[in-house]
T-cell receptor, first 116, second 112 residues
Framework: AQSVAQPEDQVNVAEGNPLTVKCTYS??????LFWYVQYPNRGLQFLLK??????LVKGSYGFEAEFNKSQTSFHLKKPSALVSDSALYFC??????????????FGKGNQVVVIP | EAGVAQSPRYKIIEKRQSVAFWCNPI?????LYWYQQILGQGPKLLIQ????????DSQLPKDRFSAERLKGVDSTLKIQPAKLEDSAVYLC??????????FGPGTRLTVL
């Protein structure tokens, strides 16, 4: 079964410093990987996805993520964090080997706090 | 482009009562999903529709939860009767193709 692990509950970072949110995954085949962000009382917003191709994926709001097959990781990064980046971040994986099902398995989420 | 619409945004009920949530997906999106997000956890898929047919409802507690998408557009999710552990945010999402889902703002349910 597909699954995602986000090992940290909260990530604290000073404004202007690099931000990294960690994610590791488990699937039977080649994964489809996603990052979503959730602001208070809002739905999930899509940030970026990896399907195939370049391991470094660029997404919205200056975020990027690197797919590392050997480490089964898909860490989210931003070179310089903003206070407005404070939110809940979810990593998700879909196993394309599971034909006919687009089910996303989400991690538990990481609360990112950017300190002014 | 209008996003996924959900109503109500908040609902408070007592246990053993019934409740229904409504979702209007983005126009033209054939696939619709209902997720349950319990506080401190990631969203969990309850049911997936392709047009008006159910693709995956393996994680739907069918003794109390039901969902329909009769005309392949809007969808309703019902809980009858509600339990305390049903307190969560219920998210609706739709997608034009398998690799991307757009989420609505969610309905926050509190069961007392």
């Amino acid at each position: 079964a597909q699954s995602v692990a986000q090992p940290e509950d909260q990530v604290n970072v000073a404004e202007g410093n690099p931000l990294t949110v960690k994610c590791t995954y488990s699937v039977s085949g080649n994964p489809y990987l996603f990052w979503y962000v959730q602001y208070p009382n809002r739905g999930l917003q899509f940030l970026l996805k990896y399907i195939t191709g370049d391991n470094l994926v660029k997404g919205s709001y200056g975020f990027e993520a690197e797919f590392n097959k050997s480490q089964t990781s898909f860490h989210l990064k931003k070179p310089s964090a903003l206070v407005s980046d404070s939110a809940l971040y979810f990593c998700a994986v879909r196993d394309p080997e599971y034909y006919g099902n687009n089910r996303l398995a989400f991690g538990k989420g990481n609360q990112v706090v950017v300190i002014p | 482009e209008a996003g996924v619409a959900q109503s109500p945004r908040y609902k408070i009920i007592e246990k053993r009562q019934s409740v229904a949530f409504w979702c209007n997906p983005i126009s033209g999106h054939a696939t619709l999903y209902w997720y349950q997000q319990i506080l401190g956890q990631g969203p969990k898929l309850l049911i997936q529709f392709q047009n008006n047919g159910v693709v995956d409802d393996s994680q739907l507690p069918k003794d109390r939860f039901s969902a329909e998408r009769l005309k392949g557009v809007d969808s309703t999710l019902k809980i009858q009767p509600a339990k305390l552990e049903d307190s969560a945010v219920y998210l609706c999402a739709s997608s034009p193709e398998p690799r991307l889902q757009y989420f609505g703002p969610g309905t926050r349910l509190t069961v007392l």
